[in-house]
């Protein structure tokens, strides 16, 4: 998680870097915490270093001046599935799966159900967090927890795809964006109006607002 953390902050200053891709090695993206670093012989701060951390990956991710993609090629679990659902756009192959199974051991999955929980309809997250069973690549879009599904052979590319598209926007309209939309969505929605009109306001009026502008007239 450390590792991750430093990359996703390596360089985002640099106005070169205009999209940032998770994926994973194997028919596993990421299977979560490990549950040998929970047993009570590893001491409670442990416990709690461990989830500040993964809360301070996700800020990461949500915090990043530019998109944030995930490429998932096989299973999603736990913590990888909270991980998978933070991410700004999600693709992923068909045979991916994607589940919540802390229950079946004994731990409830509730910081993944955080993620997941704003990402899909509620029975579909309860589903996944009571359950613990995993959903297939297909129920996954369905439920608006995946951006799009392709065939394995395909992930790469459609992956790129959508990297060449961001790339031709405005990289610092594109951040101003990213970063309203997360604002927004925790504001009532009068409010939110309120600061999207400041933001329309901001946007237009700066260089690369203006240059659309002209080019579009």
């Not at 001491?43 to 993609?69: D, R, W, Y």
């Amino acid at each position: 998680m450390s590792n991750l953390i430093k990359a996703v902050n390596l360089n985002k200053e640099d106005i070169s870097l205009r999209a940032i891709i998770l994926s994973a090695n194997g028919n596993i993206f990421s299977a979560g915490h490990n549950l040998k670093e929970l047993q009570a012989s590893t001491g409670i701060n442990q416990h709690k270093l461990v989830f500040n951390k993964a809360s301070e990956l996700m800020k990461s991710i949500v915090q990043s001046p530019v998109p944030v993609i995930a490429k998932v090629n096989g299973f999603a679990a736990a913590a990888g599935c909270q991980l998978v659902a933070t991410c700004d756009i999600i693709i992923c192959s068909e045979t991916s799966k994607f589940s919540t199974p802390g229950a079946d051991f004994g731990v409830f999955c509730s910081t993944p159900g955080i993620a997941i929980g704003r990402s899909v309809p509620k029975s579909r997250a309860m589903y996944m967090l009571l359950t613990g069973e995993p959903i297939t690549a297909q129920e996954a879009y369905e439920s608006g927890l995946v951006t799009k599904v392709v065939p394995t052979q395909d992930l790469d590319s459609e992956v790129n795809h959508v990297i060449e598209k961001i790339k031709l926007k405005s990289r610092s309209v594109i951040s101003i964006g990213k970063e309203f939309y997360y604002k927004q969505i925790d504001l009532g929605l009068f409010d939110a109006y309120k600061l999207g009109e400041d933001v329309m306001v901001q946007t237009i009026n700066s260089n690369d607002g203006q240059e659309g502008i002209r080019s579009f007239v």
